[in-house]
């Protein structure tokens, strides 16, 4: 079992970090770069190609059952989900073949949207503690859900 974490503007780098190490699990922090590689050698910063969801294709091959994968991003999720994985987004929510495909719907929507109006960009609301409190609790249940599952 390991966490892959999609790192690339992640929220929860450091928390993720902090579960897997308390649950002695190796997390893999894949971006395209600029991410300062961690002193836990539980915790491997792998550094893909540069270029547009390079990352997301090395977690897609990589990740599957009994792996716990980080991301916010849908489509990637969607693979990672249909491979075996459990999917967490940044704030908690989990994603299943159960409402996978109603995130990518609504992530097609508010791309037209955001392609319709070019001015009514950037109007989500902001991380927030209780987010990262989500987070924290789920990234608990899944990994031990993981670990029962294998």
Not at 6 to 21: H, L
Not at 22 to 51: F, H, T, W, Y
Not at 74 to 91: D, E, I, T, W, Y
Not at 93 to 117: F, K, P
Request: net charge neutral; with cysteine; proline share 5%.
């Amino acid at each position: 079992m390991t966490l892959y974490v999609d790192a690339d503007a992640c929220p929860v780098k450091a928390e993720a970090e902090r579960v897997a190490t308390r649950n002695k699990l190796p997390m893999k922090l894949v971006c395209n770069g600029g991410l300062r590689p961690s002193q836990n050698p539980l915790v491997e910063l792998v550094i893909v190609d540069a270029g547009p969801d390079e990352a997301d294709k090395w977690i897609a091959d990589h990740a599957g059952k009994g792996d716990v994968v980080v991301t916010s991003d849908m489509p990637l999720a969607a693979k990672c989900v249909a491979s075996g994985a459990r999917v967490l987004r940044h704030n908690g929510e989990r994603l299943t073949q159960a409402n996978i495909g109603a995130q990518l719907a609504m992530r097609d929507l508010m791309t037209d949207i955001r392609a319709a109006d070019p001015f009514a960009q950037g109007s989500g609301k902001g991380f927030t503690k209780a987010d990262r409190s989500r987070f924290l609790d789920a990234l608990e249940r899944e990994i031990r859900a993981a670990e029962r599952e294998s």
